[in-house]
């Protein structure tokens, strides 16, 4: 196995393998999270979890069906977006899905439909796509991807199983952003607050009742230990607050660069320079000074 299959098999958030270890896989999935938070890879590999043919750790990445839906030629995994010059998702191409959505697997145990920028798919699309949806056909998986849930109809994410992702990008462009005048885009901090919020939560949980069972982020557990060790409970319950506060902004049209600088203000004076540490993907995993 190549170091990329094994970075690949990584690209999904805890919640997922959990799913596919207890072999716990819904039919329609909404992935949302801004760009470069790993959606399409996550999908890619639950589409060969579930077809995998190896015996345990699925996906394995290297049997016949995993290389098939790594080289898009797999005959039961479709990749829907919208086509060469067009800017949407058309109804044909929906057809095309529900119709071969009804069709039984060809080789592989689930049809798996990944809908990239599903947010572009037209009104007439997105409507002809909720029956589907709403009672899909057995053995098929169903994986919409787009970068908020606002950009899609409520009829269509109400019958979607959400998975949100979070990428660190938009917090480190805070350090360069500066010098190069560069800050993220609303979406993307909306996103980034979202996640602070959850993963602090999970430290004040974990400081109240040492369970870690209850933890949303249980990947990152090592972390969550040493912050909880680090922060007292009433620094964690203000930080929550203030992220809460500034999450809130967002909506009032508060522009993300004083976002962004009231953010970083913040959470440097109470928790130190680890949270972007915590908040990056590709962490060396070594410990930042306390604070
Ligand atoms: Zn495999």
Do not use: W
């Not at 606002?150 to 350090?175: D, Q, Y």
């Not at 060790?229 to 930080?239: C, H, P, S």
């Amino acid at each position: 196995m190549s170091s990329k299959d094994i970075k690949q098999q990584n690209e999904m958030p805890e919640i997922l393998k959990e799913g596919i270890r207890r072999n716990r896989i819904f039919s329609t999935y909404l992935f949302i999270g801004p760009g470069g938070s790993g959606k399409l890879e996550a999908a890619t590999n639950l589409a060969k979890a579930v077809n995998c043919l190896g015996e345990n750790n699925k996906p394995c990445g290297i049997c016949l069906s995993c290389n098939k839906i790594n080289s898009q030629v797999h005959p039961d995994v479709f990749f829907v977006e919208p086509k060469d010059g067009v800017s949407s998702i058309g109804i044909d191409q929906i057809r095309e899905v529900i119709s071969r959505a009804n069709l039984k697997p060809y080789e592989g145990k689930s049809k798996v439909f990944i809908i990239n920028n599903a947010n572009s798919m037209n009104i007439q699309a997105s409507n002809a796509f909720l029956k589907t949806l709403e009672e899909p056909p057995e053995n098929t998986i169903f994986i919409l991807i787009s970068p908020s849930k606002e950009l899609l109809l409520s009829t269509i994410v109400s019958r979607c199983h959400m998975i949100r992702f979070f990428t660190g990008e938009a917090i480190k462009m805070k350090a360069k952003g500066k010098d190069a005048g560069v800050y993220p885009d609303r979406e993307a901090l909306k996103e980034n607050l979202e996640f602070l919020i959850s993963f602090f939560r999970d430290i004040f949980l974990y400081k109240i009742i040492k369970n870690e069972k209850s933890l949303f982020h249980r990947d990152k557990l090592g972390k969550i230990k040493d912050k909880a060790a680090q922060l007292t409970q009433g620094e964690l319950d203000y930080l929550i607050k203030k992220l809460i506060t500034l999450r809130s902004y967002i909506d009032y049209n508060v522009n993300p660069r004083i976002i962004m600088d009231v953010l970083a203000n913040e959470i440097k004076r109470k928790a130190g320079s680890s949270y972007k540490e915590t908040n990056a993907r590709n962490s060396t995993g070594k410990a930042a000074g306390s604070r």
